[in-house]
């Protein structure tokens, strides 16, 4: 069982930066591939960034490629995305998602997802 909290969110104006952290419970985080999505009103839930249990491979989507960047610390058992450069459209509310020993690009793979937590990027 694995228990997850983002945190990290709030108002940015265009060009600025934040960063989401994403605490997570349970004894196998290091089992777990961890990923960030996120959804805008509206819209479906779309893909933002991925890493793998080990922290070696990481994967974005090509909207954030450049701009954002996903890392974890397993001995804290947390995920980061630092987001640079934002524009009014990363306006959102983003979810990290933990999957067993994958780290894929599609939502319904993930195994157990956090309550989110709102970004909102004012032009």
């Known amino acids: 069982q694995v228990q997850l909290v983002e945190s990290g969110g709030g108002l940015e104006q265009a060009g600025g930066s934040l960063r989401l952290t994403c605490a997570a419970s349970g004894r196998t985080f290091s089992s777990y591939g961890m990923g960030w999505f996120r959804q805008a009103p509206g819209k479906e839930r779309e893909f933002v960034a991925a890493?793998?249990?080990?922290?070696?491979?990481?994967y974005y989507a090509d909207s954030v490629k450049g701009r954002f960047t996903i890392s974890r610390d397993n001995a804290k058992k947390t995920v980061y995305l630092q987001m640079d450069s934002l524009k009014p459209e990363d306006t959102a509310v983003y979810y990290c998602?933990?999957?067993?020993?994958?780290?894929?690009?599609?939502?319904?793979?993930?195994?157990?997802w956090g309550q989110g937590t709102q970004v909102t990027v004012s032009s």
């Open positions: 890493i793998s249990w080990s922290g070696d491979n990481t």
């Open positions: 998602a933990a999957e067993y020993r994958a780290s894929s690009w599609f939502a319904y793979e993930y195994d157990y």
